[in-house]
């Protein structure tokens, strides 16, 4: 089965407070690549980070951060210093290509940063 | 450098009645993929495609079905609507070869009453 769970729905955080969104995964394949997007109300997907099977080294991209553990199954993405303009909500994907083919989503989680 | 262009933004149609939505793919795309996005749900992968021809498909009925020009823009249809087709239709593209991940479209809002 290939599956793609975000078992936090919503979670609510004051404006600075860290807050780590969870993914967890699950395939066969041995080569296969996970995304994380994010939505803001206006509804389009926006891009923040690809990681592919092979590469488990942590990224940290100005307040952002990755956590990709293959032993756990998981791909875990944290924001530092949240901000109001981070509310939106964010999703795991998992596809088998870099990109062709379908992207597997989790149901989401939607992240609001109170001021 | 436009990105992915869908239209319209938003659609009110009957039960059993027809629809059509549109992609333009960002510049230097050339495959198109569809995905159905119901209220407080992930997106659904419906189809793709490249070269003018669908690709892959999801779980989706033969009501569903899509089309690709040759300037790799793209049309969705859906046949006999239900109440439960009502969704947010996005639109995805990429490279068909090498490339780096999906550009996506703000979507389509169907509602279906």
């Known amino acids: 089965a290939q599956k793609v769970t975000q078992a936090q729905t919503e979670i609510s955080v004051v404006e600075k407070e860290d807050v780590t969104l969870d993914c967890v995964y699950e395939t066969r394949d041995t080569t296969y690549y996970l995304f994380w997007y994010k939505q803001p109300p206006s509804g389009e997907l926006v891009f923040l980070i690809r990681r592919n099977s092979f590469d488990e080294q942590n990224e940290i991209s100005g307040r952002y951060s990755w956590n990709f553990q293959k032993s756990t199954s998981s791909f875990n993405f944290t924001i530092t210093a949240s901000q109001v303009v981070d509310s939106a909500v964010y999703f795991c994907?998992?596809?088998?290509?870099?990109?062709?083919?379908?992207?597997?989503f989790g149901q989401g989680t939607t992240l609001q940063v109170k001021p | 450098d436009a990105g992915v262009t869908q239209s319209p933004t938003h659609l009110i149609k009957t039960r059993g009645q027809q629809v059509t939505l549109r992609c333009s793919p960002k510049?230097?795309?050339?495959?198109v993929s569809w995905y159905q996005q119901a209220l407080g749900q992930g997106p659904q992968f419906i189809f793709q495609?490249?070269?003018?021809?669908?690709?892959q498909r999801g779980n989706f009925p033969d009501r569903f079905s899509g089309h690709q020009f040759p300037n790799y823009s793209s049309e969705l249809n859906v046949n006999a609507l239900l109440l439960g087709d009502s969704a947010l239709y996005l639109c995805a593209s990429s490279t068909g070869t090498g490339g780096y991940g999906y550009t996506f479209g703000s979507g389509t809002r169907l509602t279906v009453v």
């Open positions: 495609y490249y070269e003018e021809e669908e690709r």
């Open positions: 510049s230097g795309h050339d495959t």
């Open positions: 994907a998992l596809s088998f290509s870099s990109n062709t083919g379908k992207l597997i």
